[in-house]
C-alpha cells in the first residue's frame, strides 16, 4: 500500500491526464493507443469488474481491494481514450446529465428502472 | 448543446459524486443501484463505446459525438459505483499508477504493448 | 491435448446442453447458474476474447490457442443460459438470421458495413 | 415470427457457418470482419445481453425475445469468427470441457462457485 495523495476532494481529470501522458511517452506506448484499442481496453477491463461480482448474491463477499482496481484501470482507460481524442470528460459528463435529466424527469422516472425509450409519456 | 461549465481542469470527481447523489435521491434509483447492477451498467455502457469503432479502421469517420457521451456514460456508472461502495476513485487511480509503474519500469517495457506476466524479466 | 469427437460437422447444441447439465448437477452449480449471472458471464469473457486483439494489428501474431479456449467459453456459457431459460439456441439463430436479411437486403448493404438504423432506404 | 426448421436437436454449427459465408459473400461483407472486428462485435453483442438483465432481481419480468435475440446475434458472430480462424468451434468446446472437468474436479467444486485458482487443493 502507498501513501496516496491523490483524491476525488482535489484531484481533477487533467491531474490524471497530465500523468498519464508523461507514463505513456516514457514507455513509447502512444504508438498502440489507438481509439480502438483504447475502446476495447475500456471493455476488457470492464469485464475483470463484472468477474468480481459474478455467482455473488447481495450477502456474499466481494473483494473490494479488486473492484477498487479494477474501477481504477477504468478510469485511467477512459482518461488515455479522451486525451487521445481531445475529449474534456467533465465536460462530456455534464452535457450527458443535462440530456439525462431531459430523459428521466423527475415525475416520469421516480421509483422506475425503465429505459427512457419506454418511459410513459405522461404521468401515470 | 447546453452550456457547459465543468471541464478536466477544474471539475473534481466528488463534484460528479454530489452531483449523482441528488440526481439519484430525486428519483428514488438509490434501491436499483447494487454494486453487481452498476457493475453490469459500466460493461454495457462499454459496450456501447465499442459500438462506436465497429467496423472501422484509422482512416474510418468516428462519430465523436457518440464516444463522449458514451465516455461520459462510463464515467457516471463509475462515479456511481464508486460513490455506492465507498471507493475514492482518485485515490485508487493513484496507488494502481502506482502498481502500473513497478510492472512496466520503462526498460522493460519501452515500446512492447506486452502484458506484465509476459514481460521478460531482464531487460534484453 | 486430448483426443477430440466433437466437432462442428456432426456435433449439435443440444449434445452440448446435455453435457453441460450433467457437468453442472454433478457440481451442483445450478443454484449459481441464474440467468442475470450468465449473461454477466458470457460477458467477462468476451471481454477476455477482445484481450487477445488488444493493441495487435493484422500483421502481429494473435494466440489462437487462447482465442479457441475464450470462444468455447462464448458457447459454453450461452448454451448455459439458453438451457437454464428453455431457448432453443438454433431456432432464434434461424429466426435471427431472417430478421437480418430482411434489415439487410443485398442492393443495400453490398459493399456497407453501416447499422441498418442508417442504411438508406432506397438503393443509391 | 418465420416458420423455424433449424433446432438444437438437429442442425450443427457447420449449417450456420456455411449459411452465414453465403450471407456475408452476398453482401461483400468479408473485407469488414476482420478477427478483432469479430471479437469486439461478441463483446457489443454480450453488451446488449447484459442490458436485458440490467436493474432486475429474480422475481423481475425479463424481456425473453430479447434475450434470444441477443444470444442469437452472440452465436452467430462466434460462427463468424470461427470460420475467420479456421476454428472448429465444438472441437474447441470439447476441448475446454475436458480443462474445465480437470480445473474443477467434483469432490473440490462441489457447491462451490469458486475460480480454479483460489479452489483448495485437496478436499476440505
Known sequence: MVDTMWNDQT????TLKDSL???NADRDWEQFHTPKD???CVSAEAGELLECFLWKDESS???LD???EELADIMITAANLGARLNIDLMKAV???LAVNAE???VALARGRATKHTHLPKVVT
Open 66 to 68: 479488486a473492484v477498487q
Open 103 to 105: 430523459r428521466y424527469p
Open 11 to 14: 484531484t481533477t481529470m487533467q
Open 94 to 96: 455534464e452535457r450527458k
Open 61 to 63: 463477499d466481494v473483494d
Open 21 to 23: 501522458q508523461k507514463f
Open 38 to 40: 483504447l475502446a476495447m
